[in-house]
């Protein structure tokens, strides 16, 4: 063999790395597929869809998918640039929604005279000091203004038990909600155009009196739930898609996407109990989550468990962004980093890797330690639940606020030294802004958490089932986790098998939205950076 | 209107400014220090009522106890079943999560195209968030009667879905932390070993994996760690009884092998460390007493093995990482 080039070369094998690479996509898509099969089961079992028969999902799935799937192949194929519209205008009403209920509960806490109150003598006044002296580029302006909000929060206080004739709810309600949210109407859409500025809020404001009256005779709801619905729903709703139509620039075929999801829907289910001999027998409707805790699994409902919940969120949110982005500023902006200040600064960073690796169960038992046997506060209230899922879910708010001001480039921060500003106005006017939306994909993330941790209550005492929602910050709480596990241990097993998946899928469904709002914030940023 | 002029304020008066920037400047470190005493509270919560445990109640006791029953008299806390409990779900766990999250992690970040990422890790991370209670109810719900189908004789509440089901939750915390020590490899180590004629398995397992296992190695102790303090799956899916299974001897050739029946292991119920602080609180055991105060002993037990292995952690990630 003269002449050849033997280097002992006998081609690659390829089997190995293709047996390897076949392994890894395996595992990856592992945990996925076990997931995805566990929520497939859930949720059969919480809408009850093993009982219907096969004629009703053959008819429910033409019955849905040719009015759906004809006007999402339009949109795909014809109108790709209308389908942020489409997303927007279909997620806005929900989302309006889930606002309504939270300020229901809101006003359920406090009466709306205590909004009305506070509202008309503290806030509105803060805010019509701080646009003066803001207008005439005061920088005092923040501090008198925290000042006048300060006293009218105090007079408000004192004043408050004293008045004994009040306005009707409604205006009250009509007062605090509707107007602020007509003048942001009129701000944003009208910039500059006082006459139509004008229109714009006298319409949203008429809109509101009107619902006041209407709402009860239309849908019978009493007179202020008309108006926080007419708030927080039908004036999104209405701006949105009022926006879009204003511009005329041919989007309005977006817009349906909403009224053809909720028709293919009703479509769906009336071919399928027109055709089928069974329709599925869900669990999981409104009656379920209007209702309260019932020892009857019929009656059971989950409307303590979602109001606590929301209760606790609510403190948690406040506790943990303030402290939070507090800490992380600090950590980021002020810190110093060599001497004994430096050596402090690196044991604070080490500190709060660690606390993030702290078991749950720890905190709750810190929660009980100091909150309720040192403190003297409640077992298992508001409070307590709030203040020790704060403390749980700091280190990560702590830890992703710090990495979304890290990621301000610099030459900006310099920039803004140069022009003179001192370090909190280069934070809050150069920083902040830049770093908000990574601040907030951090916190939501953090509050999905908070949300779905059961073992820190279960050791603060909180009651697995409450029978009223809580009335304030110093009752007694349960929460949506809480109330998932008494049910998957209760003796009857209707409530394990057909009552805890409903409650497992309301859970899951507020932590899914929660967290696809964060990737959306995310996505949104990193697209815009 | 107001007297806004062209001139600079170039007095220098700036005593206003002054306070505010040292009154924010102070805010911020008392937020930060805040952290700070949420670690020295842990540490005073849990010592003060753990001390008056161990004054009543021997540690050596505590240790080395085969019997756990804090409420039936006669009381008893020996801590070694619900050690075996964690240990038992931990080692199961880690089986399950070590290997998948591994194979997960290089898959993400040196095969996967963008797109499948795109898509892969948004679903790893939701993998992560579920509520670990909604866990414990899929193990006992759905997991038990698949393994009902192959092993008939289960109970309801046994070790053996709960520790699967801790094993697929702390696959993201695996993948997520090696992905990214593997992404930090500056590519032109890859480059080179293409360059040398290798081929793409060899330059992941020869080449990426070596240079990012400080990364991945803490990935394995965190993972752990979570696993140890993993509470909610366990409460509900695996029962409330500590067990602690018996040493049988089998005869083979003459001499007597000890060995523990896999079975005896994992498909009878058990119980964790957090699953019985879980129980502890939840029942009316009234504070003050001695069951009360081991609650704090067993928390303190757990937080020093985790607040250990998170150092431990910090410290191979910190020390071993390779500097490009």
């Known amino acids: 063999m003269a002449g050849t080039n033997d280097t002992g070369f006998s081609g690659v094998s390829r089997r190995r790395g293709r047996i390897f690479a076949g392994l890894a996509k395996a595992a990856s898509w592992l945990g996925v597929v076990v997931l995805a099969w566990l929520l497939l089961m859930v949720v059969i079992d919480a809408f009850g869809l093993g009982a219907a028969s096969t004629g009703w999902y053959l008819g429910g799935l033409v019955g849905f998918g040719v009015p759906f799937v004809g006007y999402a192949g339009y949109l795909v194929l014809r109108r790709p640039d209308l389908r942020w519209t489409a997303v927007r205008a279909t997620v806005i009403p929900p989302a309006g929604l889930i606002f309504a209920g939270a300020l229901f509960v809101l006003f359920l806490v406090f009466e709306p005279f205590f909004w009305f109150l506070y509202y008309s003598v503290a806030i509105l006044p803060a805010v019509a000091v701080y646009g003066h002296f803001a207008s005439r580029e005061d920088t005092r302006a923040p501090l008198i203004a925290g000042a006048v909000g300060l006293l009218g929060a105090a007079i408000s206080f004192f004043v408050e038990p004293l008045i004994g004739i009040m306005p009707l709810p409604w205006i009250m309600l009509n007062w605090v909600l509707v107007i602020p949210a007509g003048a942001l109407i009129a701000y944003r859409q009208a910039t500059g155009n006082r006459g139509r500025q004008a229109t714009l809020l006298g319409a949203t404001v008429a809109g509101g009196v009107l619902a006041s009256f209407v709402g009860p005779v239309l849908i019978g709801v009493t007179s202020d739930t008309a108006v926080i619905l007419y708030a927080a729903f039908v004036l999104p709703v209405a701006w949105y898609n009022g926006a879009v139509l204003s511009k005329n620039t041919g989007d309005w075929p977006g817009l349906l996407a909403p009224v053809v999801a909720i028709g293919s829907i009703a479509a769906g289910i009336a071919l399928g109990d027109f055709i089928g001999t069974a329709g599925p027998d869900p669990v999981l409707d409104w009656q379920f989550l209007t209702n309260n805790a019932s020892t009857i699994p019929a009656d059971a409902g989950l409307f303590p468990a979602i109001v606590g919940s929301v209760f606790i969120i609510a403190i948690v949110a406040i506790v943990s962004f303030v402290v939070g982005v507090g800490a992380a500023i600090y950590l980021e902006e002020y810190a110093p980093q060599t001497g004994l200040g430096g050596t402090i600064t690196r044991f604070i960073r080490v500190n709060i890797a660690n606390l993030a690796g702290v078991p749950s169960v720890v905190y709750g038992l810190l929660g009980l330690g100091l909150f309720v046997n040192l403190i003297g506060m409640g077992l298992g209230i508001v409070l307590v639940a709030g203040l020790t899922l704060s403390l749980l879910i700091l280190p990560i708010v702590i830890i992703s606020a710090q990495e979304a001001i890290r990621s301000v480039p610099e030459d900006v921060r310099q920039a803004s030294y140069g022009m003179g500003a001192t370090r909190w106005q280069t934070i809050r006017n150069v920083v902040l802004p830049r770093a908000v939306p990574g601040v907030l994909t951090g916190t939501i993330l953090a509050l999905s958490r908070a949300i779905g941790e059961t073992a820190p209550l279960l050791m603060i005492g909180a009651a697995t089932t409450v029978f009223r929602p809580p009335t304030g910050f110093a009752s007694q709480v349960s929460a949506m986790p809480l109330q998932v596990f008494y049910w998957s241990f209760h003796q009857k097993s209707a409530f394990r098998e057909l009552i805890a998946p409903a409650g497992v899928v309301t859970l899951l469904v507020v932590m899914l939205s929660m967290n696809v709002l964060a990737i959306y914030l995310r996505n949104r940023y990193e697209r815009n950076a | ?324």
Do not use: C
């Not at chain 2, 797109?115 to 899929?138: C, D, H, M, N, S």
């Not at chain 2, 032109?188 to 040398?196: C, D, E, I, N």
């Open chain 2, 1 to 324: 209107m107001t007297d806004v002029s062209d001139t600079p304020d170039l007095s220098g008066d700036r005593g206003f400014q002054n306070v505010r920037e040292g009154f924010y400047k102070a805010t911020f470190f008392a937020f930060a220090a805040a952290t700070v005493l949420t670690t020295v509270g842990i540490f005073l919560v849990l010592f003060v009522d753990a001390i008056g445990f161990f004054a009543a109640y021997s540690p050596i006791d505590f240790l080395t106890g085969f019997d756990w029953s804090p409420s039936l008299e006669p009381v008893s806390f020996g801590v070694l079943p619900l050690v075996f409990g964690t240990l038992v779900v931990t080692f199961t766990a880690a089986i399950i999560a070590i290997p998948v999250g591994t194979l997960t992690a290089v898959y993400l970040s040196e095969y996967a195209a963008p797109r499948t990422r795109a898509i892969l890790k948004p679903l790893l991370e939701i993998l992560a968030g579920v509520p670990t209670v909604i866990y414990g109810f899929f193990a006992l719900v759905y997991v038990t009667p698949v393994i009902e189908f192959f092993f008939p004789g289960v109970s309801t509440f046994n070790v053996l879905s709960a520790s699967l089901m801790v094993g697929i939750m702390t696959i993201p915390m695996v993948s997520s932390i090696s992905e990214d020590a593997m992404s930090a490899v500056p590519d032109s180590l890859r480059q080179a070993g293409y360059g040398m004629g290798a081929t793409k398995y060899e330059v992941t397992t020869d080449i990426i994996v070596p240079a990012a296992t400080s990364g991945i190695v803490s990935s394995y102790i965190l993972a752990i760690s979570r696993a140890i303090g993993e509470t909610m799956i366990v409460t509900v899916a695996m029962g409330m009884q500590s067990s602690i299974p018996t040493v049988q001897t089998a005869t083979v050739f003459g001499i007597g092998i000890p060995f523990v029946h896999p079975g005896e292991v994992f498909l009878g119920s058990g119980q964790t460390m957090t699953a019985a602080m879980v129980q502890i609180a939840n029942s009316d055991i009234a504070g003050g007493t001695l069951a009360y105060k081991s609650l704090f002993a067993i928390g303190l037990t757990l937080f020093a093995i985790t607040l250990l292995m998170n150092v431990i952690s910090n410290i191979i990630s910190e020390r071993y990482r390779e500097e490009y």
